[in-house]
């Protein structure tokens, strides 16, 4: 799984799993392209790795801010050859008769917008080269929703089937896209699922950690190794795969 002379874009850098995305590239010699609002995570990998990590403070859901910060990798390292959308958001569990439009419109925008934007901005740059690597993070929970989940789980089916269409379209170009479906993953962002009002260590280890067949939550280092994998000549025949990372949750 050769990375070294491969540069990457990983949207949501600053987060508990997007961090981790950029420390498995880092370590295996990837230039890479930081992109986040929240920088303060990102410190000292900047230290560790000067020459290698690019760090950028991005709004993914502002076209010029997209673009700028696609421009500046390419700039800055001469290619790119990965984009990987880490970046996204929770929903609450909430009812859908009380779920806001600007509460959808935001967790849309995030969650599948962005993508779009990303992949608009950085697929000239693969076509020229003739290859390149997309990998989307959808959700496990487009195929087994939970109750209340509906503006997430819409925004995670909409990225599934844009990473379909993008890997038809962008074959001839040997361009690869793909997405990855984790289950419930050990971060943050998984308390943020949790209704108002109920305990949220409670609801990660009863219904979260429960519902999966292996028995453990998802680290973010089992999403990272699946992403640097797809980003590899070892699976350079998989496009327009969903690959879930799951713990058998979506059987």
Same mark, same amino acid.
């Given at each position: 799984?050769?990375?070294?002379?491969?540069?990457?874009?990983?949207?949501?850098?600053?987060?508990?799993?997007? %961090?981790?995305?950029?420390?498995?590239?880092?370590?295996?010699?990837? &230039?890479?392209?930081?992109?986040?609002?929240?920088?303060?995570?990102?410190?000292?990998?900047?230290?560790?790795?000067?020459?290698?990590?690019?760090?950028?403070?991005?709004?993914?859901?502002?076209?010029?801010?997209?673009?700028?910060?696609? &421009?500046?990798?390419?700039?800055?390292?001469?290619? $790119?050859?990965?984009?990987?959308?880490?970046?996204?958001?929770?929903?609450?569990?909430?009812?859908?008769?009380?779920?806001?439009? &600007?509460?959808?419109?935001?967790?849309?925008?995030?969650?599948?917008?962005? /993508?779009?934007?990303?992949?608009?901005?950085?697929?000239?740059?693969?076509?020229?080269?003739?290859?390149?690597?997309?990998?989307? =993070?959808?959700?496990?929970?487009?195929?087994?929703?939970?109750?209340?989940?509906?503006?997430?789980?819409?925004?995670?089916?909409?990225? *599934?089937?844009?990473?379909?269409?993008?890997? $038809?379209?962008?074959?001839?170009?040997?361009?690869?896209?793909?997405? =990855?479906?984790?289950?419930?993953?050990?971060?943050?962002?998984?308390?943020?699922?949790?209704?108002?009002?109920?305990?949220?260590?409670?609801?990660?280890?009863?219904?979260?950690?429960?519902?999966?067949?292996?028995?453990?939550? $998802?680290?973010?280092?089992? $999403?990272?190794?699946? /992403?640097?994998?797809?980003?590899?000549?070892?699976? %350079?025949?998989?496009?327009?795969?969903?690959?879930?990372?799951?713990?058998?949750?979506? *059987?």
């Amino acid at each position: 799984m050769n990375l070294e002379n491969k540069v990457a874009i990983i949207t949501g850098a600053g987060g508990g799993m997007g %961090k981790v995305v950029v420390e498995q590239f880092l370590t295996h010699g990837t &230039k890479v392209a930081a992109i986040d609002l929240d920088l303060d995570g990102l410190n000292e990998l900047k230290t560790q790795y000067p020459q290698q990590l690019l760090v950028i403070q991005g709004d993914l859901t502002d076209e010029q801010s997209v673009e700028d910060a696609v &421009k500046k990798t390419a700039e800055t390292f001469g290619q $790119i050859d990965v984009l990987a959308n880490v970046a996204g958001i929770a929903q609450a569990a909430t009812d859908i008769e009380k779920v806001s439009l &600007k509460d959808w419109e935001r967790i849309m925008a995030i969650n599948s917008t962005a /993508v779009f934007l990303t992949s608009r901005a950085t697929v000239p740059y693969m076509k020229q080269q003739k290859s390149g690597s997309i990998i989307n =993070i959808a959700s496990v929970s487009v195929d087994r929703p939970r109750p209340g989940l509906n503006a997430y789980v819409a925004s995670k089916g909409a990225t *599934i089937s844009l990473t379909k269409a993008l890997a $038809i379209e962008l074959a001839p170009y040997n361009i690869r896209v793909n997405a =990855i479906n984790p289950g419930p993953a050990d971060t943050k962002m998984l308390g943020e699922f949790t209704a108002s009002g109920s305990d949220e260590g409670d609801t990660k280890e009863r219904v979260f950690r429960k519902s999966v067949p292996l028995g453990e939550l $998802i680290t973010p280092e089992a $999403i990272a190794n699946c /992403v640097l994998y797809l980003s590899s000549d070892l699976a %350079k025949m998989m496009t327009g795969s969903v690959v879930n990372v799951d713990g058998g949750r979506g *059987i």
